[in-house]
T-cell receptor, first 115, second 115 residues
């Protein structure tokens, strides 16, 4: 079974631009979560989507948004990029089998650099 | 607040020796833990998990021990190899409907294997 895939793998943008990252979950997985990873802050939760609805949200400004499509694929968008948005953005998927704690499987990440 | 943390930020071991990576948690109600391995430039990779009804779980060259009395878990890697060099995270999945982040991570321990 194919793992979680993320595109693009690398991205360079300038301040003020916006960016869209894409994630395809493992087949059959219904939940997609996004995380930001930086050396200083570690892994920080952005949001989680399940059945095209945002189920949980972390402590990030409104410039960070996302969505999930009917095939469970997800996108996240960052508008008005700031230098501090430079990070590895990770997507994780899980079965979301019914409320029990669930194992999340991660994609390779998208490395975003903001100049 | 509740957290999942690591005791040591770095660990260096000789190739062939056993490695032990520790993790403490604060929520006594926590019932499921996962260890992830993250190599440079890649997303976290699932290694092994353990539920609170177990004290020990073994995989291929890896063993996770859970001590609920002192709220501590450890990852033991037998016969450490250069390919084991990575950052190791303990993580706690949270019930998705609780409004919590779905996965709480510790900051990670960097394992370096000396050939």
């Amino acid at each position: 079974k194919a793992g979680v895939t993320q595109t693009p793998r690398y991205l360079i943008k300038t301040r003020g631009q916006q960016v869209t990252l894409s994630c395809s979950p493992i087949s059959g997985h219904r939940s997609v979560s996004w995380y930001q990873q930086t050396p200083g802050q570690g892994l920080q939760f952005l949001f989680e989507y399940f059945s095209e609805t945002q189920r949980n949200k972390g402590n990030f400004p409104g410039r960070f948004s996302g969505r999930q499509f009917s095939n469970s694929r997800s996108e996240m968008n960052v508008s008005t990029l700031e230098l501090g948005d430079s990070a590895l953005y990770l997507c994780a998927s899980s079965l979301a089998s019914g409320g029990a704690t669930d194992t999340q499987y991660f994609g390779p990440g998208t490395r975003l650099t903001v100049l | 607040g509740e957290s999942v943390g690591l005791h040591l930020p770095t660990l260096s071991v000789q190739e062939g020796d056993n490695s032990i990576i520790n993790c403490a948690y604060s929520n006594s109600a926590s019932d499921y833990f996962i260890w992830y391995k993250q190599e440079s430039g890649k997303g976290p990779q699932f290694i092994i998990d353990i539920r609170s009804n177990m004290d020990k779980r073994q995989g291929q060259r890896v063993t996770v021990l859970l001590n609920k009395t002192v709220k501590h878990l450890s990852l033991q890697i037998a016969a450490t190899q250069p390919g084991d060099s990575a950052v190791y995270f303990c993580a706690e999945p949270r019930t998705p409907y609780s409004g919590n982040t779905p996965l709480v991570f510790g900051k990670g321990t960097r394992l370096s294997v000396i050939a």
